[in-house]
């Protein structure tokens, strides 16, 4: 494992923008499911549910990545409560990909809703039927996913901070594999 790179690898860059682009998907998806009854409630049910096993694969592939490439290290005159904040955000945002999909594909089981995918795979149930879980576990997918929101908002605001204030090439890395200053 090379714990420290120049600059984000080609396969690290891909994933965090197609997944960036499939988070935020699922996030409105995840909205406008809960905010109709017509009939593109059950066209956005089954978006959502294959969307959301993409994902959870995608950052088991990404923390693969991450491991095996490593990542650039922050700017040396970083502030140390912003370098936490760095590191800490991103391993928020890492726990909440992988624990979403696990908690939605949880709940389906326990609400009794099969997990089938675009080509007509039905995953397994996680748990057996239970109205208790399922409310339980509704109501904390709920909430992760309003905090997986917020964090997202965090993170595109410290890389535009990055980008247009401190000009320090953090941005850069990740858009275009570019080496900090």
Same mark, same amino acid.
């Given at each position: 494992?090379?714990?420290? &790179?120049? &600059? ?97 594909? &949880? ?8 997990? &089938? ?65």
């Amino acid at each position: 494992m090379n714990s420290r &790179t120049a &600059t984000f690898s080609v396969p690290a860059r891909l994933l965090h923008w197609s997944m960036a682009i499939m988070v935020m998907s699922m996030l409105f998806i995840g909205i406008g499911m809960v905010a109709t009854v017509s009939e593109r409630h059950v066209w956005l049910v089954q978006l959502h549910k294959p969307l959301g096993i993409a994902i959870l694969a995608l950052v088991i592939v990404r923390l693969l990545v991450r491991w095996r490439h490593g990542t650039p290290a922050l700017p040396a005159d970083l502030p140390p409560w912003q370098r936490a904040a760095a590191h800490l955000s991103h391993w928020v945002l890492y726990a909440l990909m992988l624990a979403m999909p696990l908690i939605g594909w &949880t709940m389906l089981s326990a609400g009794g809703y099969p997990v &089938t995918l675009y080509s007509g795979i039905t995953l397994p149930d996680l748990v057996s039927p239970s109205a208790t879980l399922y409310s339980a576990l509704r109501f904390a997918h709920t909430w992760l996913a309003l905090s997986l929101f917020a964090v997202i908002l965090i993170h595109l605001t410290a890389a535009l901070y990055h980008g247009l204030i401190r000009r320090d090439g953090v941005l850069a890395s990740m858009t275009k594999g570019q080496k900090h200053p």
